[in-house]
C-alpha cells in the first residue's frame, strides 16, 4: 500500500539555519504531496502542497518539490526561527475520492536562539 | 476562517465506556475525517466521510464507528473503550472536488481509557 517515510526527530537546530526535512513516499499512480505543521498544543496546520511532478510548493519561506523521479517531497526552509519549532508531517493523497491523506510519521523540529 | 471545533480538550473514561468524540465544522465541507495520533506511528485514518448519512473506513477502523447525521456534524464512537484506544483524535474537514486533499484539523481530543 501507500507509505510515507520521514527521517526521525527530534531535529535541533540554532536560529538562521538552513533546514532539510526528508520525505520520501511509495504510492500507485500520481498521488498529490502535502506538508502539514502542527504547534505545540494545535490541531495540524496544511504548510504547502504539490499536485503533479516537478511542482514546487512554498509558503512562510518553506519550499518542497516534487520530484516523481526519486519519490522525494524534501521540505526546505532557508534561515529558521525559533517559532518554525513544530512537529512536521508529510503526506500523501490516497486516491480518487474523498479518501483521506496518508501521514508520515512526523518529525519533531526545536529551532534554538 | 474555517473552524473545526472538537467537544473536548481531555476526556478520561474506563475500559468498558462508551466514549462519543463530536467534531463540528462551520464551512460546509462534505468532507469530514477522523483520525488518530500515537508517538512513532503519525496520523492514522479511522474514518470518514463524504455526505451526510454516509461512511467510509480507513486504515484502522476496528473498535470504532462513526455518525454523520448532520452536514457539519462528525461523531466518533468507541461502543467499549479499551486502553488500547488511549490517543489523542484528530477530526479534519475538507472541500469537494480538487481541494479535498487540502484539509482543516480540529485541536483535537486526548482521550485517556483507564
Known amino acids: 500500500g501507500d507509505s510515507v517515510t520521514q527521517m526521525e526527530g527530534p531535529v535541533t537546530l540554532s536560529e538562521e539555519a538552513f533546514l532539510t526535512i526528508n520525505c520520501t513516499y511509495t504510492a500507485t499512480g500520481y498521488p498529490s504531496l502535502f506538508w502539514y505543521v502542527q504547534y505545540p498544543g494545535e490541531g495540524l496546520q496544511l504548510l504547502l502542497k504539490a499536485t503533479k511532478a516537478d511542482d514546487k510548493g512554498s509558503n512562510k519561506g518553506f519550499e518542497a518539490t516534487y520530484r516523481k523521479e526519486t519519490t522525494s517531497f524534501h521540505l526546505e526552509k532557508g534561515s529558521v526561527q525559533v517559532s518554525d519549532s513544530a512537529v512536521y508531517f508529510c503526506a500523501l493523497s490516497r486516491g480518487g475520492g474523498a479518501d483521506g491523506l496518508t501521514f508520515g510519521k512526523g518529525t519533531h523540529l526545536i529551532i534554538q536562539p | 476562517d474555517v473552524k473545526v471545533t472538537q467537544s473536548s480538550r481531555y476526556l478520561v473514561k474506563r475500559t468498558g465506556e462508551k466514549v462519543f468524540l463530536e467534531c463540528v465544522q462551520d464551512m460546509d465541507h462534505e468532507n469530514m475525517f477522523w483520525y488518530r495520533q500515537d508517538p512513532g506511528l503519525g496520523l492514522r485514518l479511522i474514518y470518514f466521510?463524504?455526505?451526510?448519512?454516509?461512511?467510509e473506513k480507513g486504515d484502522i477502523p476496528e473498535g470504532y464507528s462513526v455518525s454523520r447525521e448532520k452536514k457539519e456534524r462528525f461523531s466518533l464512537i468507541l461502543e467499549s473503550a479499551s486502553t488500547n484506544q488511549t490517543s489523542m483524535y484528530l477530526c479534519?474537514?475538507?472541500?469537494?472536488?480538487?481541494?479535498?486533499?487540502?484539509?482543516?484539523f480540529g485541536p483535537g481530543t486526548r482521550l485517556t481509557v483507564l
Open positions: 466521510s463524504y455526505d451526510v448519512k454516509m461512511k
Open positions: 479534519a474537514s475538507s472541500p469537494p472536488g480538487d481541494l479535498r486533499n487540502e484539509q482543516f
